[in-house]
């Protein structure tokens, strides 16, 4: 069992930027995909941004390419998210995920374990 803990999530303007952390119990460990994945209120989860902590393969999707970066600190089995540039429509439930066996890109139903999530607002 890998268990997850999202963090960093508050209330900013449109424009600005937020930092959300990821601490997981271990992920380097096998070769675990470490998955953020955002829900809005209103709409079905969607993926964000994963990355693989033991070779640094990462993914991001269409709509945060170019704003967010994810990176991992496996020294601190944490996995970060800067996400720059925020919109309005970023607004959502950010949550965290691990996959236990591979490369799961963004396919959410692949991830084993989830964590609580923290709540990014972002004001017009």
């Known amino acids: 069992e890998v268990q997850l803990q999202a963090s960093g999530g508050g209330l900013v303007q449109a424009g600005e930027s937020l930092r959300l952390s990821c601490v997981a119990s271990?992920?380097?460990?096998?070769?675990?995909?470490i998955g953020w994945f955002r829900q809005a209120p209103g709409k079905v989860r969607e993926g964000v941004s994963c990355?693989?902590?033991?070779?640094?393969?990462?993914e991001y999707s269409d709509s945060v390419k170019g704003r967010f970066t994810v990176s991992s600190d496996n020294d601190k089995n944490t996995v970060y998210l800067q996400m720059n540039s925020l919109k309005p429509e970023d607004t959502a439930v950010y949550y965290c995920?691990?996959?236990?066996?591979?490369?799961?890109?963004?396919?959410?139903?692949?991830?084993?374990?989830w964590g609580q999530g923290t709540l990014v607002t972002v004001s017009s």
């Open positions: 990355i693989s902590p033991s070779d640094g393969r990462i």
């Open positions: 271990e992920f380097t460990s096998g070769h675990y995909t």
């Open positions: 995920a691990a996959e236990a066996t591979g490369w799961a890109e963004l396919q959410q139903w692949e991830y084993d374990w």
